[in-house]
């Protein structure tokens, strides 16, 4: 069965372009409920550890760095089918092959910079939420 929740970021490029708050009531206006919020920033090491599964990658040095040059949104999001529902909302990772009206392709610059993550699965979900989140700090 698919899980209610999901775990997003909203990334240094489209937080520094002021979309954050587009960005928000679009996420609200698709349906979901934001159990947990965040405005913070990732060092070096806690980027490079959120993202140790592309380790291997050739993108994943200016991922790291990318991701922990500015500030960052980071939330919990409530819904029926929410992985799934929020990476339909949010578009393809390259903004260029998101569809029309998805966050990313309003919002994002470039593959790397593309405006905002969410999980892959209720796996990543549940482990991404705690990377960032206490219990004490998840509203039900
Ligand atoms: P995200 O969904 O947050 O998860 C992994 C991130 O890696 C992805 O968004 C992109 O920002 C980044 N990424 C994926 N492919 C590339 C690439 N080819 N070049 C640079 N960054 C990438």
């Known amino acids: 069965m698919s899980g209610k929740r999901t775990f997003t970021m909203i990334k240094p490029d489209a937080v520094q372009n002021g979309h954050t708050g587009a960005i928000l009531n679009d996420i609200i206006t698709d349906g979901f409920r934001v159990v947990a919020m965040k405005y913070t920033r990732l060092t070096p090491e806690k980027a490079g550890e959120f993202y140790a599964v592309h380790r291997e990658r050739p993108f994943y040095r200016e991922l790291v760095e990318y991701m922990s040059s500015g500030p960052i949104v980071a939330a919990i999001l409530e ?3 929410a992985v799934e529902s929020f990476r339909k909302l949010i578009g393809a990772t390259d903004p260029q092959k998101a569809e029309e009206g998805t966050i990313r392709r309003k919002y994002a610059q470039s593959i790397a910079a593309n405006a905002i ?3 892959d699965s209720d796996e990543n979900a549940a482990i991404e939420s ?3 989140f206490s219990k004490l700090e998840i509203f039900e």
Do not use: L, P, R
């Open 79 to 81: 819904k029926e089918n």
């Open 117 to 119: 993550h969410g999980s």
């Open 130 to 132: 705690a990377f960032f």
